[in-house]
């Protein structure tokens, strides 16, 4: 297994990380057996690093990822996250990130986890991160219950901004993890974080390889913010694969891991049949022609659009047009009667 650093200050982790999101069941039911499999067999086969968050079922990911590592934490770089705790429930306050941090360490039987995160740094003030929750989470790396400690979220501007208001503060933020900003649709992160990560030391955590699913066979779950546009050209780039016998998602893989210098790509990976999918497209040969390809046709089909999420003060620009526009086609829906149609 290649490994890339963290951050600067370390650990060494795998350049192919566990996403544990699926075992809070937010994709659909995975049983306590398969989840203790996958994250047993995501570690014989040289997985070491995990990422959850007590808003992944509501700690049911945490709970199962504790008690798969359980004489096996030696063995795992285990991350976890603070401020997000439902689809519409947020709390970034300090007595919330102490409160959410001792409950992640009972759920994942350790005494201190290797990162710790804002979850969706979009979804509250730049000043409330920068001025109460950075400063509760630094308390608890002082107080040895977490190494490292990083931010999230899908709006680069936000999260760039939020990096430099740190190091303006003397505030430390050793990683910054975004997704569906570094694949085959989209490769902003690279263009908008990645230089500003390697000058201060950040590590990059590239989220979501799939898109959130929009890069598979199968296609995006309904509620995936992707436009039909978008499903519809990686619809059509899921059949150019097919018919040269390659998944998409093993093109979309591999074009995320072979990004040298990039830190670590985190895919969900819920049952051992997909940790072992995901393990074997790694040492798969590589498609170069396709890939430029399956690329040129995302473009075109318009599958790297941006989706407003969070505070519209914290949007970037492209998001804030996508609203633009879905806020345009519900107002043609509303004048043309449609609605009443199609309820
Ligand atoms: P993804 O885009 O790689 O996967 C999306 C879906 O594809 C999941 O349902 C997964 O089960 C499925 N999948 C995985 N491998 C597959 C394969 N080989 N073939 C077919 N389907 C496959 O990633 P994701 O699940 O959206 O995100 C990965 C992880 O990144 C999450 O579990 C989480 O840890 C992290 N993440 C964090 C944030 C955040 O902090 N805001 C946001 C998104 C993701």
Redesign the pocket.
């Known amino acids: 297994m290649i490994t890339v650093p963290l951050s600067a200050k370390g650990p060494a982790v795998s350049v192919l990380?566990f996403?544990?999101?699926?075992l809070g069941n937010v994709?659909g039911d995975v049983s306590w057996l398969e989840a203790e499999s996958a994250v047993h067999d995501a570690l014989d086969g040289g997985i070491n690093f995990f990422?959850?968050?007590p808003y992944?079922g509501r700690g049911l990911s945490e709970e199962r990822l504790g008690r798969a590592l359980l004489g096996r934490r030696d063995r795992a770089v285990v991350a976890t996250?603070c401020g997000?705790y439902g689809a519409d429930n947020f709390d970034f306050s300090a007595g919330m990130v102490r409160r959410s941090v001792e409950g992640s360490l009972l759920r994942l039987r350790t005494d201190c986890v290797d990162l710790l995160?804002a979850?969706?740094c979009e979804f509250t003030s730049v000043t409330q991160i920068l001025e109460e929750t950075l400063p509760a989470m630094e308390r608890c790396r002082a107080e040895g219950k977490t190494r490292l400690i990083g931010i999230?979220?899908?709006q680069l501007g936000n999260l760039l901004r939020l990096a430099v208001g740190a190091r303006e503060r003397g505030l430390q933020i050793d990683c910054i993890?975004s997704?569906?900003r570094y694949?085959l649709a989209n490769t902003s992160m690279e263009t908008r974080l990645a230089g500003y990560a390697a000058e201060h030391g950040i590590g990059l955590i590239n989220?979501?390889?799939?898109?959130?699913?929009?890069?598979?066979?199968?296609g995006a779950?309904a509620w995936h913010p992707a436009s039909e546009r978008a499903r519809l050209a990686c619809a059509e780039a899921a059949r150019l694969c097919a018919a040269e016998s390659v998944?998409l998602?093993?093109v979309a893989?591999q074009f995320c891991l072979d990004r040298e210098g990039f830190g670590l790509t985190?895919?969900?990976?819920?049952t051992a049949e997909?940790v072992k999918?995901?393990l074997d497209?790694m040492a798969a040969s590589r498609h170069p022609e396709l890939t430029l390809r399956v690329r040129a046709l995302l473009r075109l089909g318009g599958a790297g659009e941006l989706w407003p999420s969070g505070l519209p003060e914290n949007w970037d620009t492209e998001a804030r047009e996508r609203a633009g526009a879905i806020a345009a086609e519900q107002d043609i829906v509303r004048e043309s009667g449609l609605e009443e149609v199609y309820p």
């Open positions: 990380g996403g544990a999101s699926p994709f990422d959850t968050s992944y996250k997000r995160q979850h969706d999230t979220g899908y993890l997704y569906c694949d989220g979501s390889p799939l898109h959130m699913g929009l890069l598979t066979t199968e779950p998944a998602e093993e893989l985190l895919t969900g990976m819920g997909l999918k995901n497209a």
